[in-house]
């Protein structure tokens, strides 16, 4: 079975400041997607980027680009300039290649993000 | 863009009785959806995938008898607790898987908002 792994429970930044959260995973498969979503107080979950794993270029998408090393499994999210909107969870997350959207997907326990103004 | 409205919000019902859940999709049609399990302060759980039409996959683990899952339409999939209990107090996230092209190529998901379960 997939395993997703957040080794931070709780990260905190200064407003405006650069912070990475680490995300590891283990899987069989060589075609995957990977994902980071933010879930704010609000509780609804926000798509923050996502990556193929056949591309080996790396996801960015504003502020927020990842460093994907698909030989170590590892996805790290980097969220720079950091604004205090952006404090959450943030969770990393894993599906497998089936075709279709027939997978679910396996979320990591999460990173708490806390951004001091 | 693709939106799924989950309701209730939040629900208290009392021990024994039965919640039901629901989950639309507003402007698409959703083929599979999921259902999740969050605990506070904890992880997702995938619960069960459910497809249009056809009988839901559970995960190893989740009762099939007490987490009833409907996919009538291609546009609503609904979770009944059954016989609730405290224990099964949490919060419930169901989420669409989102396809596209002439090949239904996956490219996404979206979440519905959740919905507190309170049993008391």
């Known amino acids: 079975a997939q395993t997703v792994t957040q080794s931070q429970p709780e990260m905190s930044v200064q407003e405006a400041e650069t912070v990475t959260l680490s995300c590891t995973y283990d899987?069989?498969?060589?075609?995957?997607?990977l994902f980071w979503y933010k879930q704010p107080p609000s509780r609804q979950m926000i798509l923050v980027i996502r990556?193929?794993?056949?591309?080996?270029q790396n996801a960015t998408e504003n502020r927020f680009s990842v460093n994907f090393q698909k030989a170590a499994k590892s996805f790290s999210l980097k969220i720079s300039d950091s604004q205090l909107g952006d404090a959450a969870m943030y969770f990393c997350a894993y599906r497998g290649p089936s075709g279709g959207g027939a997978d679910g997907l396996t979320f990591g326990k999460g990173t708490h993000l806390i951004i001091q103004p | 863009g693709a939106v799924v409205s989950q309701h209730p919000s939040r629900v208290i019902c009392k021990s024994g009785t039965s919640v039901k859940i629901e989950c639309r999709s507003l402007d698409f049609q959703a083929t599979t959806m999921f259902w999740y399990r969050q605990f506070p302060k904890q992880s997702l759980m995938l619960m069960a995938t459910?497809?249009?039409?056809?009988?839901?996959?559970?995960e190893q683990g989740v009762e099939k008898d007490k987490f009833l899952i409907n996919h009538a339409s291609l546009t609503l999939s609904t979770l009944t607790v059954t016989s609730a209990h405290p224990e099964d107090s949490s919060f419930y996230i169901c989420?669409?898987?989102?396809?596209?092209?002439?090949?239904?190529?996956?490219?996404?998901?979206?979440f519905g908002s959740g919905t507190r379960l309170t049993v008391v």
């Open positions: 989420s669409a898987a989102l396809l596209g092209g002439a090949k239904g190529f996956y490219y996404g998901y979206t």
């Open positions: 899987t069989s498969e060589s075609d995957y997607y």
């Open positions: 990556q193929e794993a056949y591309k080996q």
């Open positions: 459910s497809n249009e039409g056809s009988k839901a996959t559970y």
